[in-house]
């Protein structure tokens, strides 16, 4: 038998704010929240920007798609509280730090040592640990006989689950790949980060004692440069409301293409988009994909080409157009960050890999930046490195 699965503030403002709700039970199903990660999302959606349409959301959920939690002290939950607390359920309650993650491992446990199978969807950071060490006791108490629902802990994941982790049939996107994913997840990684040919990431794994062809490097970055996107999708912050727009040159086989790109206010590289036409259509296709990461701009600064206003009249009437001198340096600066990786290159030969390299490059971008919940607790210099371990393993 199992319980709803029970999220946590974090993922649900992740997902709210953007109006992924229905991505979020297509894959969750109908779910539960305790009341103090209810308080949690309606607070935060009021301080931050970021995250003012997760408020709308969730009210607008009904009871068939979200279940509420009651916090009240019963004997079981408070026992639970002050195991992975240390302190009693009522002064617990008093420090607000981390609270709805408490209650969400609470909650869980309460219901797996009842004999029921339940999802945790959190972010990485204390509370997963707290919930990884209850999963341990958990499984302690399956070897001793007693009646728990069943338990696994998904990697360093968001995803923490007493139940089925993998369909069955389900494979990985590293298998049938001769070398393991920990190999292609770091030549991967090199290469989008660092102003690096494939030829060199040949020799820095050679270095390492894996001998690998600068081909098979260059099929690598192809094949799982949008496996990672994708995978780390669900985690990414929501784009500001204020853009900045504009197209740079990128030379393919021996032609001059278009490579649209934007960043908000907070640094993010929301979208890209590589065209052979600097047009209408073009500015049209690029703004209807950025929309689609879920925030309607508030403002919006380009150049003044004139196929701009016609574009934002159509897609987002309600944006304010900037075209003042200097006003677009932000997203400038932020080209030259893409030509300096696309230097060591020596020009690209074909139109998907421009695509797929300026779309990775943007990912790694964002990543370090800290626009994904992935990796939060490590430093900056590691997180890239602990967020491409942790995506390899939910891949």
């Known amino acids: 038998m199992s319980v709803r699965p029970i999220i946590d503030a974090g993922p649900g403002l992740n997902f709210l704010s953007i109006n992924k709700e229905r991505l979020l039970i297509a894959v969750l199903g109908p779910f539960s929240a305790p009341e103090t990660v209810q308080a949690e999302v309606l607070r935060k959606s009021q301080q931050d920007d970021r995250f003012r349409a997760a408020a709308t959301v969730w009210r607008k959920l009904t009871v068939n798609w979200i279940q509420i ?4 002290a019963t004997p079981e939950l408070a026992t639970v509280v002050q195991r992975v607390s240390g302190l009693p359920i009522h002064q617990r309650r008093k420090q607000p730090k981390d609270l709805g993650e408490t209650m969400v491992i609470a909650h869980a446990v309460v219901a797996a040592e009842s004999g029921q199978s339940v999802t945790i969807l959190m972010d990485d950071g204390p509370g997963a640990a707290i919930a990884t060490s209850e999963i341990s006791r958990l499984q302690r108490l399956v070897s001793s006989g007693h009646p728990v629902g069943w338990h696994c802990c998904v990697g360093r994941s968001r995803v923490l689950e ?28 090199w290469y989008l980060r660092y102003g690096l040919s494939y030829r060199d990431v040949e020799e820095l794994l050679a270095e390492r004692g ?10 690598w970055v192809q094949r799982f440069t949008p496996e990672f996107i994708e995978a780390a999708r669900l ?11 504009d197209e740079t040159y990128l030379k393919v086989a021996g032609k001059w293409t278009y490579l649209y790109r934007a960043v908000d206010q907070h640094g993010q590289v929301i979208d890209v988009l590589l065209s052979v ?5 073009a500015a049209r296709r690029f703004f209807a994909r950025a929309v689609r990461a879920g925030t309607v701009p508030v403002e919006v600064t380009t150049d003044r080409a004139p196929v701009y206003p016609r574009v934002l009249d159509e897609l987002v009437s309600s944006a304010l157009h900037i075209v003042g001198q ?9 080209h030259g960050r893409l030509k300096a990786r696309l230097r060591p290159m020596r020009g690209v030969k074909r139109h998907r890999s421009a695509r ?40």
Not at 162 to 189: D, K, L, N, Y
Not at 210 to 219: N, P, Q, S
Not at 356 to 377: K, L, P
């Open 210 to 219: 894996v001998t690998v062809d600068h081909v098979t490097v260059y099929r």
């Open 356 to 395: 797929t390299i300026a779309a990775g490059h943007a990912f790694v971008q964002n990543m370090r930046r800290g626009h994904y919940d992935i990796a939060t607790e490590v430093s900056d210099h590691h997180r890239l490195r602990e967020a491409f371990d942790d995506l390899a393993i939910t891949m």
């Open 69 to 72: 939690l009651s916090d009240d």
């Open 277 to 281: 036409r600097r047009d209408l259509a």
């Open 326 to 334: 200097y006003a677009n340096n932000p997203i400038e600066a932020d």
């Open 162 to 189: 007493t139940g089925p982790v993998t369909a069955p049939g389900t494979a990985s996107v590293f298998a049938g790949f001769r070398f393991p994913r920990e190999v292609i997840s770091v030549a991967v990684r």
């Open 235 to 245: 985690c990414r912050h929501a784009p500001g409301d204020r853009w900045f727009v």
